[in-house]
């Protein structure tokens, strides 16, 4: 099914299986973000044109200051994630939520992010611009032990597109691969932790 943002796939079980470390990861499409989104790009593409690259994970690309929770054009979605991430993280944890970090990415031809991980509780990416084969985002396996074996979740990929959604634990290692196109994918992504 893919209501959701991003396509989950079943694995083929035996009927005496049980699969006993799931990780929970949540995928949204917020349309109401449609018009808002345009704004976003604009001013990102601002930011990037007057601001140096932060060196983090990123090969290639723009990676922007990591406050933008804090810009005024921004205050609106930052609720708004805020709320979704209270409501994904409540079952686990009665912790008082706050933004971390927020900042935006612009992916060009050849950009891509590396194995890494971040701070925090959750961590998520929100995309605005999302050119066809820009590069997916890769859930890797937390069973590190398992790599070499037969018997293994493999990585998981998700298929950006825009205005989607995916929150995720911060812990849970990721990367991006590279962008194919001439085009620009342009993402906001952050993490949020205790206050």
């Not at 973000?33 to 044109?49: C, F, G, R, T």
């Not at 398992?146 to 018997?151: A, G, L, R, T, Y």
């Not at 995916?166 to 196109?181: A, C, G, K, M, Q």
Request: charged residues 20%; glycine residues 4%.
């Amino acid at each position: 099914m893919s209501t959701s943002g991003f396509m989950m796939v079943s694995t083929l079980m035996h009927p005496n299986q049980h699969n006993v470390f799931d990780t929970p990861v949540w995928g949204y499409v917020l349309n109401d973000q449609h018009y808002q989104a345009l704004d976003y790009v604009d001013y990102i593409l601002e930011l990037k044109a007057n601001n140096e690259s932060l060196k983090k994970s990123n090969f290639g690309g723009w990676h922007s200051e990591c406050n933008l929770h804090e810009h005024g054009i921004f205050k609106e979605l930052s609720s708004s994630l805020l709320d979704i991430a209270k409501s994904v993280a409540s079952p686990y944890s009665e912790a008082n939520l706050e933004f971390v970090e927020m900042w935006a990415m612009v992916n060009d031809k050849r950009s891509y992010n590396a194995h890494h991980i971040h701070e925090g509780i959750l961590s998520g990416v929100f995309y605005l611009q999302v050119p066809q084969d820009s590069g997916r985002l890769i859930l890797c396996n937390p069973a590190v032990r398992s790599h070499s074996h037969p018997i293994r979740n493999k990585d998981y990929p998700i298929q950006p597109e825009r205005l989607a959604l995916i929150l995720f634990p911060s812990w849970l290692e990721h990367y991006v691969e590279p962008s194919n196109s001439d085009d620009e994918r342009i993402s906001i992504s952050f993490n949020i932790g205790n206050k």
